[in-house]
């Protein structure tokens, strides 16, 4: 088989080299293209462009299938916590028990916020979207927390800070939000629990730790860990290129997801769902809605760039939604008209034609609602799943000796040379 694609320009015939992936994936390598050819590609929302070789996450969108490290999601889903998962992505193997311990009391140890960034809190408008919040916090803690003196120390200790105080900042913006008082995060407790007591626990009302939340908040956060290069990956890896910081990278690839198309769709699912009921249940009118060509409307949670099939993360949120709303005796009148709204399209000739399915979003706001978060911190819980992610994506690019800055090219169509006119001659 040949390991060179060719490509014939006015006349001249060009052999560019084919890179394989461990699990079959073919890539033309056109890093010499301009150079050889003076063309350069074109490739609006970059779907057939591969902006880097990576070893930390394989998805087949054809086949529903996604693994970390090579581990199927659906493994460490049943079997691992999110702190191990995350430990994984970003070391690249599973820990031992001892690093496991190691890395947990590392997490605690940095789990304290400075007490001065409160006062920013406070002075957010009382209508700010918690996103928005949370970016600029992440972007802050650099001023907090400054460069430490060697790489290796600066990356460890950003890293953990990063994943342990994101955290805490999310929940206690949450607190705040609500004019109650902020509840610190605890030494003793593990990375999920220790999030849900400072979300929960009050003076006037104890919270108790429930066992059943835990497991499904660290199901939650291991399904968004990672998806290779999504759009606030991307963001991440391209603002990193420019060898910024990495809670300014952070901080970016958190205002990409912010959008209804990518991680904000959690929160637009839940709001379609309660139109539907306050419509007294009318699902054909939204279906029609999303199949018309003349209207912006799309069905939230369904679609995927690259899965053409059942998205593997939501088969899983689904049963999770199931099992934890039986088990909890919620009923929560969204997740019926969530499976009637699934049924209905997936029986439907456009969502057949298109290959839509449920995505990751789909289902996890009806768990979030479940665990008392309320729907405007959605995406939040999805950046804090993400961050293990981003961080391995971010070191991968850092340590990569062929790492350029990201800059791509344009096919420029504007005006050609034109004259300046003075303001008074036009
Ligand atoms: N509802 C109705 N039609 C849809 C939907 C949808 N949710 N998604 C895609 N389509 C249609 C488009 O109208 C288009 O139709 P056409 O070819 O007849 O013109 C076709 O499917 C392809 O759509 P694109 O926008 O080109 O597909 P793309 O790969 O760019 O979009 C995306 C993927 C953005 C996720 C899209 O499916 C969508 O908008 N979904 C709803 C938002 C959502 O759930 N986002 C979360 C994604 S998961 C994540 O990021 C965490």
């Given at each position: 088989m040949d390991n060179y694609a060719k490509i014939t320009y006015e006349g001249k015939t060009y052999k560019l080299p084919v890179v394989k992936g461990s699990e079959g994936e073919k890539a033309i390598d056109i890093s010499t293209l301009r150079q050889k050819t003076g063309l350069i590609t074109l490739d609006p929302g970059f779907a057939n462009t591969g902006s880097c070789i990576s070893s930390i996450t394989f998805m087949s969108g054809e086949k529903g299938i996604l693994r970390y490290r090579g581990i199927p999601v659906e493994e460490l889903a049943r079997h691992s916590t999110f702190t191990e998962t995350a430990y994984l992505l970003i070391n690249g193997v599973l820990p031992t028990r001892n690093e496991l311990n190691r890395f947990s009391v590392?997490?605690?140890?940095?789990?304290?916020?400075?007490?001065?960034?409160?006062?920013?809190?406070?002075?957010?408008?009382?209508?700010?979207?918690?996103m928005g919040i949370l970016s600029s916090m992440v972007n802050a803690l650099r001023s907090f927390?400054?460069?430490?003196?060697?790489?290796?120390?600066?990356?460890?200790?950003?890293?953990?800070?990063?994943?342990?105080k994101t955290r805490t900042l999310a929940?206690?913006?949450?607190?705040?939000?609500?004019?109650?008082?902020?509840?610190?995060?605890?030494?003793?407790?593990?990375?999920?629990?220790?999030?849900?007591?400072?979300?929960?626990?009050?003076?006037?009302?104890?919270?108790?730790?429930?066992?059943?939340?835990?497991?499904?908040?660290?199901?939650?956060?291991?399904?968004?860990?990672?998806?290779?290069?999504?759009?606030?990956?991307?963001?991440?890896?391209?603002?990193?290129?420019?060898?910024?910081?990495?809670?300014?990278?952070?901080?970016?690839?958190?205002?990409?997801?912010?959008?209804?198309?990518?991680?904000?769709?959690?929160?637009?699912?839940?709001?379609?769902?309660?139109?539907?009921?306050?419509?007294?249940?009318?699902?054909?009118?939204?279906?029609?809605?999303?199949?018309?060509?003349?209207?912006?409307?799309?069905?939230?949670?369904?679609?995927?760039?690259?899965?053409?099939?059942?998205?593997?993360?939501?088969?899983?949120?689904?049963?999770?939604?199931?099992?934890?709303?039986?088990?909890?005796?919620?009923?929560?009148?969204?997740?019926?008209?969530?499976?009637?709204?699934?049924?209905i399209a997936l029986n439907d000739n456009y969502f057949i034609d298109h290959n839509l399915y449920p995505n990751v979003d789909f289902y996890s706001g009806i768990?979030?609602?479940a665990m008392g978060i309320p729907t405007k911190m959605f995406t939040v819980m999805f950046a804090i799943g993400r961050l293990p992610g981003w961080i391995a994506q971010w070191k991968e690019s850092a340590d990569d000796p062929k790492w350029r800055l990201s800059r791509p090219r344009q096919i420029y169509t504007g005006p050609t040379k034109t004259k300046y006119?003075?303001?008074?001659e036009r």
């Amino acid at each position: 088989m040949d390991n060179y694609a060719k490509i014939t320009y006015e006349g001249k015939t060009y052999k560019l080299p084919v890179v394989k992936g461990s699990e079959g994936e073919k890539a033309i390598d056109i890093s010499t293209l301009r150079q050889k050819t003076g063309l350069i590609t074109l490739d609006p929302g970059f779907a057939n462009t591969g902006s880097c070789i990576s070893s930390i996450t394989f998805m087949s969108g054809e086949k529903g299938i996604l693994r970390y490290r090579g581990i199927p999601v659906e493994e460490l889903a049943r079997h691992s916590t999110f702190t191990e998962t995350a430990y994984l992505l970003i070391n690249g193997v599973l820990p031992t028990r001892n690093e496991l311990n190691r890395f947990s009391v590392l997490l605690n140890d940095n789990s304290l916020v400075h007490e001065d960034m409160q006062i920013f809190y406070q002075n957010f408008p009382r209508a700010s979207h918690p996103m928005g919040i949370l970016s600029s916090m992440v972007n802050a803690l650099r001023s907090f927390y400054p460069e430490l003196q060697t790489v290796e120390e600066e990356i460890n200790k950003t890293v953990t800070r990063l994943l342990s105080k994101t955290r805490t900042l999310a929940a206690m913006s949450y607190k705040i939000s609500r004019g109650h008082k902020v509840i610190y995060p605890r030494t003793d407790l593990p990375y999920c629990a220790n999030f849900l007591n400072m979300m929960f626990d009050s003076p006037v009302k104890p919270y108790r730790i429930n066992r059943d939340m835990v497991k499904a908040l660290n199901v939650f956060w291991i399904l968004h860990a990672d998806h290779e290069q999504n759009c606030s990956t991307s963001a991440v890896r391209v603002v990193g290129s420019g060898r910024v910081n990495l809670y300014a990278a952070i901080s970016a690839g958190i205002a990409a997801l912010w959008g209804p198309l990518h991680g904000g769709a959690n929160q637009a699912v839940i709001e379609m769902l309660s139109d539907i009921a306050k419509n007294g249940g009318d699902i054909d009118t939204v279906i029609k809605k999303a199949k018309d060509k003349n209207d912006p409307f799309r069905l939230m949670g369904f679609g995927h760039r690259v899965y053409k099939t059942y998205d593997p993360r939501a088969k899983i949120m689904k049963k999770m939604c199931d099992k934890v709303l039986k088990k909890l005796k919620i009923n929560d009148p969204l997740l019926d008209i969530a499976k009637k709204l699934e049924e209905i399209a997936l029986n439907d000739n456009y969502f057949i034609d298109h290959n839509l399915y449920p995505n990751v979003d789909f289902y996890s706001g009806i768990l979030l609602r479940a665990m008392g978060i309320p729907t405007k911190m959605f995406t939040v819980m999805f950046a804090i799943g993400r961050l293990p992610g981003w961080i391995a994506q971010w070191k991968e690019s850092a340590d990569d000796p062929k790492w350029r800055l990201s800059r791509p090219r344009q096919i420029y169509t504007g005006p050609t040379k034109t004259k300046y006119i003075p303001i008074d001659e036009r």
